[in-house]
């Protein structure tokens, strides 16, 4: 079983950037592809990206090209997500997840969210 704890989300203004922090107890993150997901108020949750075990492969959703990273320290068993030139409409409760595969496919654990709201 692999526990994972979002970290790094709050207030920022448009414009600004944060860099949210997903943390795993249980087990090694290392042989886990990770994900980034998020969901905004009355909408259903939706990609944001991935990446693979050790970082080479990454795949972004359009509208986090350009604006947002996600890297990984497999030593700190944490992946991360760096966000620049934040929107309003990026303003949603982000969740990190991890599975086994890639592609990733479906994912396996999932955890609790951390809010992320962009003020205009």
């Known amino acids: 079983q692999v526990q994972l704890v979002e970290s790094g989300g709050g207030l920022v203004q448009a414009g600004g950037s944060l860099r949210l922090s997903c943390t795993a107890s249980?087990?090694?993150?290392?042989?886990?592809?990770m994900g980034w997901f998020r969901q905004a108020p009355g909408k259903e949750r939706a990609f944001v990206g991935t990446?693979?075990?050790?970082?080479?492969?990454?795949v972004y959703a359009d509208s986090a090209k350009g604006r947002f990273r996600i890297s990984r320290d497999n030593v700190k068993n944490t992946v991360y997500l760096e966000m620049n030139s934040l929107k309003p409409e990026d303003t949603a409760v982000y969740y990190c997840?991890?599975?086994?595969?890639?592609?990733?496919?479906?994912?396996?654990?999932w955890g609790q969210g951390t809010q992320v709201t962009v003020s205009s």
């Open positions: 997840a991890a599975t086994r595969r890639w592609p990733p496919g479906e994912y396996e654990f």
């Open positions: 249980g087990r090694t993150l290392s042989s886990y592809s």
């Open positions: 990446l693979n075990w050790n970082g080479a492969r990454t």
